[in-house]
């Protein structure tokens, strides 16, 4: 009786989850009670999603089946109903079952899994080029095709504007166009860090004296955010990512209004995203 109440407990906790708030995240950036990933705004994010919930099919096919079988031993073979223990050895299409059934399965996982693998480092025709720089604890961006280039700050708690969410708007975000393919060069001046924007689909290291690449294809207009996910120092916690994505005629107009602006004598854009 003992186990039973422990997952009439558990059972009872997740239904408290569910009904206390959204069970599954906004777009952009992550949302109170939050359970699921974040709303997908690029192709590759979608495949993901589409992939969890798929593998997440099997494991409760699977997690059922064993629950079953385990309660069906429990009543039919009891020490009651079977006071004398059966003396059978072996049961050669049984193994045979439990032997090439979880590889059918695997099997079924390993493809979409590969498919999604591929098109993650599929990488298509650049759109727009952006290195990405890490250093403890901000990023730095650059447009080499625009000749644009600032550094990305945290904005601190007592300069948010109305609207900003905490610990993750940046002083300069980075702005992209809709449906563009953007390819991210990552690099690092010092220790390892990471970037990451879950509503992309996207989590790459930046390991120092390497340059990663990854890219995205945002399908929706809006404000996205992320953060560094591989533990760098002190202030890992503070070193967000904002990414703006923005029609054509905005960022190009965003583009024109960088490249005229007055750079400093490091090559920097000094008022770079007023």
């Not at 099919?57 to 997690?63: E, K, L, P, Q």
């Not at 032997?99 to 695997?106: D, E, F, M, N, S």
Request: glycine letters at 6%.
């Amino acid at each position: 009786m003992a186990i039973f109440h422990r997952m009439l407990t558990v059972l009872t906790a997740l239904t408290g989850l569910l009904v206390s708030g959204p069970a599954f995240a906004g777009m952009g950036q992550p949302s109170p009670w939050q359970l699921g990933f974040q709303e997908a705004a690029t192709p590759i994010m979608e495949q993901i999603n589409g992939f969890h919930d798929y593998v997440n099919v099997i494991i409760v096919a699977i997690a059922l089946f064993v629950l079953a079988l385990l309660i069906y031993v429990m009543v039919r073979f009891n020490e009651r109903r079977n006071p004398k223990a059966s003396r059978t050895s072996h049961n050669t299409p049984l193994e045979v079952a439990w032997t090439v059934l979880p590889i059918l399965i695997l099997v079924a996982i390993a493809i979409p899994s590969f498919r999604l693998l591929f098109a993650q480092y599929d990488f298509p025709k650049a759109d727009v080029s952006i290195t990405a720089t890490a250093s403890q604890w901000y990023w730095t961006y650059e447009y080499p095709d625009e000749g644009i280039r600032f550094d990305s700050i945290m904005v601190p708690d007592d300069k948010l504007k109305p609207g900003q969410p905490r610990l993750l708007a940046v002083d300069h975000e980075v702005v992209v166009p809709v449906g563009a393919n953007v390819v991210v060069g990552l690099k690092s001046n010092d220790v390892i860090h990471n970037w990451a924007v879950p509503s992309f689909g996207v989590k790459l290291d930046a390991v120092p004296g390497r340059l990663q690449q990854t890219w995205f294809r945002a399908e929706k207009e809006g404000w996205f955010y992320g953060q560094c996910s591989e533990l760098c120092g002190r202030n890992h916690a503070f070193m967000p990512i904002a990414v703006r994505v923005v029609s054509q005629d905005e960022y190009d107009a965003w583009v024109s209004k960088n490249k005229s602006a007055a750079v400093d004598t490091d090559g920097k854009v000094a008022s770079a995203q007023e």
